[in-house]
C-alpha cells in the first residue's frame, strides 16, 4: 500500500484566514481525493484531483472556498479559504492503490483543523 | 446515485466475544467494491478489508470476516475473538469501479469492554 502524510496534522485558525493542507504520497499516483470530516460525521467527498488537470469538484463545495493544486503525481495541497467555525473538521487526503484483484483506497492521517 | 446505510449508530461488546455490524447498500451497478475500514480515535482511516462484488466468496482477514449478500445488497462484517484495539469507529464504503471516490455509511462506533 502506499504511505501517504499530511501536514500540519492539526491546526487552530482564526476565523478569516485559510490554511493550505499538503498530502505527499511515496509513490506516484493517478487518483487523488480530499474528504472532509465534520465532528461526529462520516466522510464527505470534497474533490477528485488528476495531476494535470483541474480538480472535480462534488455539490456543495466550490473551488473558490477550497481551491485544490495537483502539481505532480506525488503531491496535492486543499487550501481551506475565508474559514469559518463551520469549516472545523478533519480533512483527509486519500489515494487509490492497485491491488491483485481491485484498487483500493488508502488514506492519509488526517489534518483536524479548529476555527476560532 | 449509490447509497450506503449503517443502522447501528453505537455497539458494544465484551472482550473475546464476537460482533456483527450490519451494513446495507443501493446500487444498480453489478460490479462494484465494498469495503470496511476502521477509524480509531487517532483519527487515522485504517482499511479493514474489502469485498469484491464478482466473487461469491466471502473475504476473510484473520479475525474479520464479512457475510456479502449480493441480492440482498447487505454486507455486514463479523470481529471474532474482540480485542480491546479493536474499539473504534467502522465505516461501511462503496466502490462503483477502480478510480471513483468512495461512498460511505455514517459509522458504528463500537466499543470493547474488558
Known amino acids: 500500500s502506499a504511505v501517504i502524510s499530511q501536514k500540519p496534522s492539526r491546526d487552530i485558525c482564526q476565523r478569516g484566514t485559510s490554511l493550505t493542507i499538503q498530502c505527499q504520497v511515496d509513490?506516484?499516483?493517478?487518483?487523488m481525493f480530499w474528504y472532509r470530516q465534520q465532528p461526529g460525521q462520516s466522510l464527505t467527498l470534497i474533490a477528485t484531483?488528476?495531476?494535470?488537470?483541474?480538480?472535480?469538484?462534488e455539490s456543495g463545495f466550490v473551488i473558490d472556498k477550497f481551491p485544490i493544486s495537483r502539481p505532480n503525481l506525488t503531491f496535492s495541497t486543499l487550501t481551506v479559504s475565508n474559514m469559518s467555525p463551520e469549516d472545523s473538521s478533519i480533512y483527509l487526503c486519500s489515494v487509490e492503490w492497485p491491488g491483485p484483484s481491485t484498487d483500493t483506497q488508502y488514506f492519509g492521517p488526517g489534518t483536524r483543523l479548529t476555527v476560532l | 446515485a449509490q447509497t450506503v446505510t449503517q443502522s447501528q449508530p453505537e455497539m458494544s461488546v465484551q472482550e473475546a466475544e464476537t460482533v456483527t455490524l450490519s451494513c446495507t447498500y443501493d446500487?444498480?451497478?453489478?460490479?462494484?467494491?465494498l469495503f470496511w475500514y476502521k477509524q480509531p480515535p487517532s483519527r487515522q482511516m485504517i482499511l479493514v478489508i474489502r469485498?469484491?462484488?464478482?466473487?461469491?466468496q466471502n473475504a476473510t482477514e484473520n479475525r474479520f470476516s464479512v457475510n456479502f449478500q449480493k441480492a440482498a445488497k447487505s454486507f455486514s462484517l463479523k470481529i471474532s475473538d474482540s480485542q480491546l484495539g479493536d474499539t473504534a469507529m467502522y465505516f461501511c464504503?462503496?466502490?462503483?469501479?477502480?478510480?471513483?471516490?468512495?461512498?460511505f455509511g455514517k459509522g458504528t462506533r463500537l466499543s470493547v469492554i474488558a
Open positions: 446500487t444498480s451497478e453489478n460490479n462494484y467494491y
Open positions: 509513490s506516484q499516483v493517478t487518483m
Open positions: 464504503a462503496f466502490d462503483r469501479s477502480g478510480n471513483t471516490p468512495l461512498v
Open positions: 469485498q469484491e462484488a464478482y466473487k461469491q
Open positions: 484531483a488528476n495531476q494535470g488537470s483541474e480538480a472535480t469538484y
